[in-house]
Every structure is written in C-alpha cells, then in structure tokens.
C-alpha cells in the first residue's frame, strides 16, 4: 500500500524559508486522480491545512498562507514538495504530507508521520 | 476559529456512547459536501476513520458511525473502549474564500 514520508530540517532560523519534501512509496505519485497535499499542526492545537497539488503541477493553497507557500512535485523522485517563507514562530508544527483522493469531497488518506519544525534562531 | 466547529471535548464510560458534533455552513457541508472523520491517538499522525459522511475504511469497527444533516454532522462512537481515547477532527470542502480543504477544531474524548 502507499506510504508517505516527509523529511527536511528540524530547524528554520525566523525569516528564513522552511523546505520540506514527502517521498511517496508503495505506488507512482502520478497514478489515479490523486491530490497530494500538505498539512500542519502546532503542538496542542488542530489540523490547517495548507495546500495540495495534483501531477499535471496545478495548486490550490490556503488563502492565509497562500502569499508565501509553494508546493511542487517531481514525478520522476516520486516526491512532492513544501517551501513556506518567511517564517516565524507561529509555523512551528508538526507538518504532514497526505494524499487527497478527490478534488471535490475527498478526504485524506493515507498520512505521512509527521515532522516537527520548529522556527527558532 | 476553525470553519468547521466542534466540542473541545466529550467523555463517557466504557460501554457507553457518545457523539461528536461538526457544524459548518451554506459554503461547505450545507452546500452538499461530504465529511469526513479522524481519529488521531496521542503522538501519532491522524487516521481516516469515517469517509463520505457514512462509510468507514476496512478495519475500522462498526462501533464508529457516521452521519450528515443540513449544516452539520456527527460521530457517534457506541461501546466506548479505553483505546478510543484521542483526538477527533472532521473536514469537508469549503467553497468560500476559508479555503478548499477545512478542518474543525478537534475534539478530545476521554474515556472516564
């Protein structure tokens, strides 16, 4: 079955730009009609979510974030990616990659594990 | 303030049922869009555990149910297990300016 796993710095200095990458296993990210999306969670608090791509590379973003995330994929690595810039404080979360069945109604499934990245000088 | 609203928290007794609420509005459930459940136990990433409203993925027990109406919807959880102790969240679809992809803002159900 598919899997998702996300990786990049633990770290990100303020004002600097948070980068992330999820790597999908188990099936090709650009099989089925597949939204691949990228969701935060600050510790004690709940899920925002903050955008998705589909694999033709078209985007959708939370419009609160919409001014400095950008999320791309690379359908030859298998992996979607998240750039966040800017940062302060209030992104530190625990950030997750999930897949997104549908663009209309879908919900996600399966999830990464999470990582936590923390904005900190 | 989540789009979607929820209780902070419920709890009950082993055996017991509870539901959990989500109210949204005319640009998200109202307007016709599924919903969706999670449940996500202490330290760990969120599962799928009600889909399209009503349908749960295989493994899930037939103790957890879904249901829609109008502008909101609910999680009823019956024969309340210790293990069902965690985090709830639902997300549906949002057709506004909120944003496609929203999320209410949990529930934490303690198993008393």
């Known amino acids: 079955q598919v899997q998702l796993q996300e990786s990049g710095p633990g770290l990100v200095k303020p004002s600097q730009t948070l980068s992330l990458t999820c790597t999908v296993s188990?099936?090709?990210?650009?099989?089925?009609?597949?939204?691949w999306s990228w969701i935060r969670q600050p510790a004690g608090k709940g899920l925002e979510w903050i955008g998705r791509i589909y694999t033709s590379g078209s985007t959708n973003y939370n419009p609160s974030l919409k001014s400095r995330v950008t999320i791309s994929v690379d359908t030859s690595k298998n992996q979607f990616s998240l750039k966040l810039s800017s940062v302060t404080a209030a992104d530190t979360a625990v950030y997750y990659c999930?897949?997104?069945?549908?663009?209309?109604?879908?919900?996600?499934?399966?999830w990464g594990q999470g990582t936590l990245v923390t904005v900190s000088s | 303030q989540s789009v979607l609203t929820q209780p902070p928290s419920v709890s009950g007794a082993p055996g017991q049922r509870v539901t959990i609420s989500c109210t949204g509005s005319?640009?998200?459930?109202?307007?016709?869009?599924?919903v969706h459940w999670y449940q996500q136990l202490p330290g760990t990433a969120p599962k799928l555990l009600i889909y399209g409203n009503s349908n749960r993925p295989s493994g899930v027990p037939d103790r957890f149910s879904g249901s829609k109406s109008g502008t909101s919807a609910s999680l009823a959880i019956t024969g309340l297990q210790a293990e069902d102790e965690a985090d709830y969240y639902c997300?549906?679809?949002?057709?506004?300016?909120?944003?496609?992809?929203?999320f209410g803002g949990g529930t934490k159900l303690t198993v008393l």
């Open positions: 188990g099936g090709s990210i650009s099989s089925g009609s597949y939204y």
């Open positions: 999930a897949r997104l069945n549908s663009g209309y109604d879908g919900w996600f499934d399966p």
């Open positions: 997300q549906s679809y949002d057709s506004s300016l909120s944003g496609l992809e929203v």
């Open positions: 005319s640009s998200n459930i109202g307007a016709g869009y599924d």
